[in-house]
Structure formats: structure tokens, C-alpha cells
């Protein structure tokens, strides 16, 4: 390299120009790196474009996303119908696996644990109440009902999230602690208020430390979906079970970091075990008060956040769910280490059987 430079006489003026040249194209190149990581790396199958195609042509869907994962690279994305790529929609129960997830953290820390009576750090909860764990808060076996008089959801979102524990420890338990699995309870809020009590920061300042900016989730905020017009900075009281707005790239990320084992980019988010604990069955053995819709007969089971559909005998999930109401559906299968994202604004009930049809082919076409 030397020889060929002495052989072509160079100004100092070019020199300075070949070197900001060459510094401007390095950090080109770091910059965009992310955004290769990103890069898809194969072509969907017909069949799944086809089917997908279809849940906006036959079934009334106006735009789904959808991304296929393995292990940690994304193998394809398709838009299909009328979705932006930079869409930002409600998610609403896809939320709870980011709770979760955050709530992990703060066990990784040795902030909290998931079997302290919640009475030691919240006093308004007392007696049997006051017995209720974090497992129980996060596996929605607390005994405080379920999603019907809608607790949370119709709480203002500018209170704090320890006025809402308040409030929630003001109700009667419906259940004991520990005994029958009701979906959709005010439980996260009080996880959320154990978190902040914990810390002594907000729970936004706890996903931006935690999760936000270690994944680059540049577009995801917390709201109330009951409460749409209330602006993202005045929300302290954000809906836990269902409040999350975001793109499918942001909650990709986050659901790459969970099939990863808590690993992103090279940082530990959260540790195997917490992932580990986050994906086992919590519910076997106690009375199921609530199935959803198009699950009567597969033993579904619940975990942290999200449904397990198939578990070994230790009650380790192979196949995780967080379905959200509104179409928004991440899963992870970890027997074929396959994950992936379908995205979009629609009752989930009307497309869950096309969602059920494309994920079995895209699994079959990966194993091919």
C-alpha cells in the first residue's frame, strides 16, 4: 500500500480530502449498521404472502404487518393493505408482556421479589390482601377479579400509579390469593405501584432506563385506551394491562430480545433466568375463570404477561403468546425457534383463525 501511494504524487489538500472521505464513510457505516441488522434475509413464501393478502382482500382487514424472526435475525417482512411501515397502533394486551418484562428488571436487580407479600411495601393492603405476591400480581392469580367492570381501564391516567393501588386495595378480593386465574384484573397497576415504590422513579423513567433506550424503541409510549386524549407526558398512571402504543419494528425489537434470552445487540436486558421464569406456567392446577376466545380445548395455560399454548412437564412454555383485542399478536415458539409479529388494527376474534393458519405455514415452511 505504501509503494502504490509513492507512486501517485498527492497534495496535502487531497489527502485531507481522501481522509474526511474516508472518515464520513465510517460513520456512514456505523450509523446504518443497525439498519442492516434489520435487513430481511430471505423472501416470505408464497403461501404465507398469499393468506396474508387475504385477511385484507376476504376478511375486512385494512393492514396488517407482519415479521418472521429467527434467532434474532429477521427473516421477512411483509405490508400488506393500507399500513404504513412506521405505523403506530394501540396494542392493547400485547402490553403486558412489556410489563412483565420491566417488572423483571427490577427482580433481576434485587429490587423486588416475586413471592414478598406486597403488605411489607404497600400498607394499604392489609389482611388477606396484604399476602398477595408479585408472581400473583403478574400471573393475574391475586384473587381481584377480572377484566369485567373494567377497574383500571376507567381509572384517569394523570393520578399516580400509587393513588391507583390505592384505590384498587379499597375493593373487596373476589378470590384467594393464589386459588383461580382471572385475565384482565387491575393486578399490573399494583405491580406497577411496587415498582415505583421500589425505585422511587416513575414508571416511565423505568422503561426508558430499562427497556426504551437500551432497545431503541423510539415510537412506543404509555396511555389508557379508554382515556385516548390525554396527552403521553401527562399519563403517571398508564394502563399496565393494555396501554402500550407502538410500530412493529419497536415491539420486534422487544420480542428479539426475549427469544434471545434477554440478549440485545451484545447487552443484557434481562437475565436467562428471568426470561425463563417469565415463560413458566403459573396456572396449572387452579380453577381457569377466563379461556379466550378460540382457545376452549387447547389447555391453555398463563405465565408472565403472556399465554403458554405448549409446556413440558416442568412447566417450561414451548410455545408463548400475548395476543392484544385489537389484532396485534407476537409469539415465540422455541421449539423451532421461530418468533415473529403480526401487527394491525382489528378485532382479534375476527382474524385470530387466519392468524392461527399463516403461523402454522410459516412454521412449516421453516422447517422445510
Known amino acids: ?77 411483509l405490508d400488506e393493505g393500507g399500513i404504513a411501515p412506521d405505523a403506530r397502533l394501540p396494542i392493547a394486551s400485547a402490553s403486558k408482556w412489556m410489563t412483565a418484562a420491566l417488572i423483571m428488571t427490577l427482580v433481576d436487580d434485587g429490587k423486588l421479589s416475586l413471592d414478598e407479600p406486597i ?40 393520578m399516580s400509579l400509587a393513588q391507583s393501588a390505592h ?77 402500550v402504543v407502538t410500530t412493529a419494528q419497536d415491539y420486534g425489537k422487544f420480542l428479539t430480545m426475549l427469544a434471545m434470552q434477554g440478549m440485545y445487540r451484545g447487552k443484557h436486558i434481562l437475565s436467562a433466568k428471568a426470561v425463563e421464569e417469565m415463560e413458566k406456567v403459573q396456572t396449572r392446577g387452579l380453577s381457569m375463570a377466563f379461556i379466550p376466545p378460540g382457545g376452549e380445548g387447547q389447555n391453555l395455560q398463563y405465565a408472565f404477561g403472556n399465554w403458554c399454548g405448549e409446556a413440558s412437564e416442568d412447566g417450561a412454555c414451548m410455545l408463548v403468546a400475548s395476543p392484544g383485542a385489537w389484532g396485534t399478536y407476537p409469539w415465540i415458539d422455541r421449539r423451532k425457534d421461530i418468533y415473529g409479529l403480526f401487527f394491525m388494527r382489528s378485532r382479534l376474534p375476527r382474524v385470530e383463525k387466519d392468524i392461527f393458519e399463516i403461523r402454522d405455514q410459516i412454521e412449516q415452511s421453516a422447517a422445510r
Open 167 to 243: 384505590l384498587i386495595a379499597q375493593l373487596p378480593l373476589q378470590d384467594k390469593p393464589g386459588t383461580v386465574f382471572k385475565y384482565g384484573s387491575p393486578a399490573l397497576q399494583v405491580a406497577g405501584a411496587l415498582a415505583e415504590q421500589a425505585t422511587g422513579k416513575s414508571w416511565s423513567q423505568l422503561f426508558d432506563e430499562k427497556l426504551a433506550a437500551p432497545l431503541g424503541l423510539e415510537h412506543t409510549v404509555w396511555a389508557n385506551p379508554l382515556w385516548p386524549n390525554v396527552d403521553a407526558a401527562q399519563v403517571r398512571n398508564p394502563n399496565l394491562q393494555g396501554g
Open 119 to 158: 403488605g411489607r411495601r404497600l400498607p394499604d393492603f392489609t389482611g388477606e390482601a396484604g399476602t398477595i405476591t408479585l408472581r400473583q400480581l403478574l400471573s393475574f392469580t391475586s384473587g381481584q377479579g377480572g377484566l369485567r367492570g373494567l377497574v383500571d381501564l376507567r381509572q384517569d391516567p394523570r
Open 1 to 77: 500500500m505504501r509503494k502504490l501511494f509513492r507512486l501517485i504524487p498527492i497534495s496535502s489538500f487531497a489527502w485531507n480530502v481522501i481522509l474526511t472521505l474516508l472518515a464520513t464513510a465510517f460513520l456512514l457505516a456505523a450509523a446504518f449498521f443497525p439498519l442492516i441488522a434489520d435487513a430481511a434475509t430471505t423472501a416470505a413464501p408464497p403461501e404465507v404472502q398469499k393468506k396474508l393478502a387475504r385477511m385484507v382482500t376476504d376478511h375486512g382487514v385494512e393492514g396488517v404487518t407482519l415479521l418472521v424472526f429467527r434467532h434474532g435475525e429477521l427473516l421477512y417482512r
